[in-house]
């Protein structure tokens, strides 16, 4: 009995001695480490099952969702189809104006508008499986032309960055995770700063870089394009939801409520000539 | 000539199909915590399912398989996370948390549904509490205390919850493999 114990604390120190050596492998590592392999492999064996958990439960998750709702939806069907037809008309127009934009840019050899970039669409498959930190992991990688640091958007705006990829899964970081920050600015008044993820339940927080601006609730905010070449400007982030402590002290506290809703994300778009693609056209130039 | 007794392996008797049998529970329960149980929040909360099935085969099996699942099902969820997570600190705070209940489970009455429930609901609160200690002091960037209190009590709750659920059914994969000798009841 005592010996049998004894075996079982030289087995814990072993494997406590192990975790302190992967801690430390980890702080010491830079890019592409054996922990990076050690990632990319259990990123590829986790991925598939959760892509099959996915397509069956997220249906699933709907159907129980909308069971109740069965006598609205007919109405609903109605009035959207009406809604359909003035939409439609309404793409054609955003269709020409943005061919528009896309020969103005050309021709005076501005930055490509973001609405303009080629795109990947991409199903979300899983979650960062801690409640700390804010990523996703999405069904297209490499092998789709993602690329790390590519900007990730989705119909309400901004939802984050590319931070590693796999042949055919890409990591994203969520813009309301505690490390992503993306450069903003507020539109229309043209005052830059950055606004930094706080988790979850929290908005965003803006800290500009000129505090003697005259910032208002309600007032929209979108990327700068200043933070080298990751997100294009022009991206919708959110709205000012607070403004604590006095606008032109340091201190002053600008709370910002995302436009995304990133409890409910399904699909995502990411931008290709973002990331990489964008740095190498600025140095060609 | 004397035969020697044959060695236990690391993991004490177990064969190649118990091993991938339980691998394959702690894969399983990665991805099930990382997809299904996202979307069934408490309150925007993720249970942590893999803690519990470590937690479940330390009680099933005692403290050396405990320690070791729970060092690779850490590793595991630690190469889940995205970069600026300390890697290496779920493994070791699991690492911990199997060897701990395998050893409390010699002063528990084994047959208890109450004892596991029980002592996941306290090991979790440890747990969390200790890896978002370790987390902080290791410099990792971190959410607000009264968000990170929140997230401890509901993770406590949930995984109790689970707790009914998920034993009974790593109880079943680690008997069904369990090599002939053994007694079984």
Not at chain 1, 77 to 87: F, G, H, P, Y
Not at chain 1, 184 to 208: C, P
Not at chain 1, 234 to 261: K, N
Request: charged share 20%; net charge negative; aromatic share 8%.
């Amino acid at each position: 009995m005592y010996r049998r114990s004894g075996r079982g604390r030289l087995l814990l120190l072993i494997f406590i001695a192990l975790s302190i050596v992967i801690i430390t492998l980890d702080f010491r590592q830079g890019q592409g480490g054996p922990l990076a392999r050690a990632k990319d492999i259990s990123v590829a064996v986790v991925a598939p099952i959760q892509k099959g958990l996915t397509t069956i439960f997220r249906p699933v998750g709907n159907f129980f969702a909308s069971i109740g709702e069965l006598g609205r939806l007919r109405g609903e069907n109605q009035r959207l189809k009406a809604e359909l037809d003035s939409i439609e008309q309404e793409i054609a127009e955003a269709e020409a104006l943005q061919d528009e934009i896309v020969t103005l840019t050309d021709l005076h050899d501005l930055d490509e508008p973001w609405i303009a970039m080629d795109d990947v669409t991409a199903q979300v498959i899983g979650y960062s499986p801690s409640n700390y930190r804010w990523a996703r992991f999405i069904d297209k990688g490499r092998a789709d032309g993602i690329r790390t640091d590519m900007a990730v958007v989705n119909a309400q705006g901004l939802v984050g960055k590319v931070i590693s990829v796999t042949e055919h899964t890409s990591e994203i970081l969520l813009l309301i995770d505690p490390r992503a920050a993306a450069g903003a600015r507020i539109e229309e008044r043209r005052d830059t700063g950055q606004v930094q993820g706080n988790g979850e339940s929290e908005g965003l927080s803006l800290e500009l870089i000129d505090s003697i601006s005259d910032v208002f609730e309600g007032d929209l905010v979108i990327t700068s394009g200043y933070d080298q070449g990751i997100f294009p400007p022009g991206i919708p982030i959110g709205e000012i939801e607070e403004i604590a402590g006095d606008v032109r002290r340091p201190d002053q506290q600008i709370v910002v409520d995302p436009f995304v809703d990133f409890t409910a994300l399904d699909y995502v778009k990411v931008l290709l000539d973002t990331g990489p693609n964008r740095q190498d056209r600025a140095e060609d130039r | 000539m004397v035969k020697e007794p044959k060695p236990s392996s690391v993991l004490g008797d177990l064969g190649v199909p118990r091993v991938s049998a339980i691998a394959a529970v702690i894969v399983l329960a990665a991805a099930i915590q990382s997809t299904v149980l996202s979307y069934a929040t408490i309150l925007g909360v993720i249970p942590q399912v893999v803690l519990v099935v470590v937690m479940c085969l330390a009680f099933t099996d005692g403290e050396k398989v405990g320690l070791v699942c729970g060092f690779f099902a850490g590793l595991l969820q630690d190469l889940q996370l995205p970069e600026g997570s300390v890697v290496g600190l779920y493994a070791l705070v699991y690492t911990l948390v199997g060897f701990a209940v395998g050893q409390l489970r010699e002063f528990t009455p084994a047959e208890s549904v109450w004892t596991p429930v029980f002592t996941v609901a306290a090991a979790t609160a440890v747990v969390e509490a200790s890896y978002a200690t370790l987390a902080i002091i290791l410099g990792q960037e971190w959410v607000g205390i009264t968000f990170t209190v929140k997230v401890i009590g509901l993770v406590v709750l949930y995984n109790t919850l689970l707790t009914p659920l998920v034993f009974p059914l790593v109880r079943k994969v680690a008997d069904r493999f369990r090599p002939e000798r053994v007694y079984r009841w």
